[in-house]
C-alpha cells in the first residue's frame, strides 16, 4: 500500500515555473516506477510524465517534452515534477500516481493516486 500527497501547485503567469512535489508513505517506494498526470474539467486524465524506481528512466508526452522533468529523491520518498514555460493550457488538476510496471503511460496500471493539486497558468 502506497499513499501519495501532491503540494506545490498554484497561480502562475504564462512563461513561468513551478515545481509540484509528491511525498509517499511506505518503505518501498523505489520498488515503484512513479507518474504524473493531468486532468481538466470534462476531459479524461492525461499521462504527463512518468520514471522509473531508480530514476534512471523517465518519459514524457509530447506535449511537455523540453519543458517539464520528472526526478525523484528515493531517500526522501519523494517525486517531483519541475514545470517550465508554462503555457496556459496546461491548467489542469495534477496527480500524481505509483505502478508496479515502469515506463507505462496506462492509467489502469497505476492503482495508487494522490488526491491532486491544481496549478493554473494565467495569460
Known amino acids: 500500500q502506497v499513499q501519495l500527497v501532491e503540494s506545490g501547485g498554484g497561480l502562475v503567469q504564462a512563461g513561468g515555473s513551478l515545481r509540484l512535489s509528491c511525498a509517499a508513505s511506505?518503505?518501498?517506494?523505489?520498488?515503484?516506477?512513479m507518474g504524473w498526470f493531468c486532468q481538466t474539467p470534462g476531459k479524461p486524465r492525461e499521462f504527463v510524465a512518468a520514471?522509473?524506481?531508480?530514476?534512471?528512466?523517465?518519459y514524457y508526452a509530447d506535449s511537455v517534452k523540453g519543458r517539464f522533468t520528472i526526478s525523484r529523491d528515493n531517500a526522501k520518498n519523494t517525486v517531483y515534477l519541475q514545470m517550465n514555460s508554462l503555457k496556459p493550457e496546461d491548467t489542469a488538476v495534477y496527480y500524481c500516481?505509483?505502478?508496479?510496471?515502469?515506463?507505462?503511460?496506462?492509467?489502469?496500471?497505476?492503482?495508487?493516486w494522490g488526491q491532486g493539486t491544481q496549478v493554473t497558468v494565467s495569460s
Open positions: 500516481a505509483a505502478a508496479s510496471l515502469a515506463g507505462t503511460r496506462r492509467l489502469d496500471d497505476y492503482p495508487y
Open positions: 511506505g518503505r518501498t517506494f523505489s520498488s515503484y516506477a
Open positions: 520514471i522509473s524506481g531508480s530514476g534512471r528512466i523517465t
